[in-house]
């Protein structure tokens, strides 16, 4: 049995506080927000550039800051090309098993290498004394959840599924998540151009989350 949501259900939402962003309100233009995570990685992250170039898309990197510190050059990559980029922690922490004052000095300690108020704990797990931490901080962190999940993490999963768990359910306003990463390359690579190929032809804008 699968332990998570392709779709996250409104339930969940309302358990989190209303500061977390789940999906982005209607624009004039009809609008997704395709979202990565883990990296920067020397493979996946410049695919994943690549097929932004070819459909003139942005989007936005929840990047480790360890990995930052790795590849440089390719976290520059996607400051260069316009994408946003965001704070995934330094570490990939799980929040839930962290002690609150090392949470937050993972954070910070990855916000040396990523300028970006934007934030996405790691496996979307977070203490309600880590997020009031971060509430009354004097960085003005936006906690970017998502509405569409790609699971392309899940080893057992086919590429096509993966790409089946976006297709079902993405719609304007989604912020749907993929991974930048070794562990997710064989279904990302797979889904991602055929998700990007699909909002095109529907004619929906893929922007990067504002900051």
Same mark, same amino acid.
């Given at each position: 049995?699968?332990?998570?949501?392709?779709?996250?259900?409104?339930?969940?939402?309302?358990?989190?506080?209303?500061?977390?962003?789940?999906?982005?309100?209607?624009?004039?233009?009809? /609008?997704?927000?395709? @979202?990565?995570? #883990?990296?920067?990685?020397?493979? +996946? $992250?410049?695919?994943?550039?690549? *097929?932004?170039?070819?459909?003139?898309?942005?989007?936005?990197?929840?990047?480790?800051?360890?990995?930052?510190?790795?590849?440089?050059?390719?976290?520059?990559?996607?400051?260069?090309?316009?994408?946003?980029?965001?704070?995934?922690?330094?570490?990939?922490?799980?929040?839930?098993? /962290?002690?609150?004052? @090392?949470?937050? #000095?993972?954070?910070?300690?990855? +916000? $040396?290498?990523?300028?970006?108020? *934007?934030?996405?704990?790691?496996?979307?797990?977070?203490?309600?004394?880590?997020?009031?931490?971060?509430?009354?901080?004097?960085?003005?962190?936006?906690?970017?959840?998502?509405?569409?999940?790609?699971?392309?993490?899940?080893?057992?999963?086919?590429?096509?599924?993966?790409?089946?768990?976006?297709?079902?359910?993405?719609?304007?306003?989604?912020?749907?998540?993929?991974?930048?990463?070794?562990?997710?390359?064989?279904?990302?690579?797979?889904?991602?151009?055929?998700?990007?190929?699909?909002?095109?032809?529907?004619?929906?804008?893929?922007?990067?989350?504002?900051?």
């Amino acid at each position: 049995m699968l332990k998570y949501r392709a779709k996250t259900p409104w339930w969940l939402k309302k358990a989190f506080p209303k500061s977390f962003i789940w999906e982005m309100p209607p624009s004039r233009e009809p /609008t997704v927000y395709i @979202t990565f995570d #883990d990296g920067p990685h020397p493979t +996946a $992250t410049p695919f994943v550039l690549g *097929l932004m170039d070819q459909y003139d898309a942005k989007a936005t990197f929840f990047c480790v800051g360890h990995n930052v510190y790795k590849y440089p050059d390719v976290y520059q990559q996607i400051i260069t090309k316009g994408h946003s980029p965001a704070n995934h922690t330094y570490n990939h922490m799980n929040g839930w098993m /962290t002690p609150t004052d @090392t949470y937050i #000095d993972n954070i910070y300690q990855a +916000a $040396t290498y990523i300028q970006s108020p *934007l934030i996405r704990p790691p496996y979307g797990k977070l203490r309600p004394s880590q997020w009031r931490r971060l509430l009354h901080a004097p960085t003005d962190w936006k906690v970017i959840m998502w509405d569409v999940l790609s699971a392309d993490f899940d080893h057992e999963i086919t590429p096509q599924q993966c790409l089946d768990n976006v297709l079902q359910h993405i719609r304007p306003g989604s912020i749907v998540l993929f991974h930048d990463s070794e562990k997710s390359w064989q279904r990302m690579s797979y889904a991602l151009p055929r998700v990007m190929e699909y909002c095109k032809n529907k004619g929906w804008k893929m922007k990067a989350i504002p900051v």
